[in-house]
């Protein structure tokens, strides 16, 4: 028998999916300004630090941060299939909305306890195409990513 649940908590912490609105959304608490974290999301130099889901330092990252503007981040173990994207909206240090792999890509920053809640959304078109994502184990490689950023952050604040 199967079930169908509109939104589920999955047995990671932090992370949902929404069959309603097609997202699967990562929540996270950085103990760091939202400035910070803004930064670490459109800086080449630090992206290039954290982005991969393997924890490998990208071999090339381009951001050119305007609406409109294109970002290519290239892992070396995936060379042949660079991450791409156009920028939609910017709104330092609390929204950045990015178009990627026919998905709306979006990162909320706030200011929470101290620091900062992080809400990262893959919004699909359809159903269909969250299915697929989930299949596609996007879940386990956006989890780890934002794992990655929570760990560089906390690295930089380190004394």
Known sequence: MT???QAQTAPEEGFTIDRIAHTLRFVRHLDAPREWVFEAWTTPEQLTAWWDASGERLSACEVDLRVGGSFRFVSPSHAH???TGTYLTIVPPELLE?????????????EADGGSRMTVEIV???????????RLGVAHGT???CDNIVAFIAARTAP
Not at 98 to 110: I, N
């Open 143 to 145: 989890g780890k990513t």
């Open 98 to 110: 990015f178009r990627a792999m026919d998905a709306l890509g979006r990162v909320l920053l706030e």
């Open 81 to 83: 299939m660079p991450f």
């Open 3 to 5: 079930v169908s649940i």
């Open 124 to 134: 699909c078109n359809s159903a269909e195409h969250l299915e697929h994502y989930v």
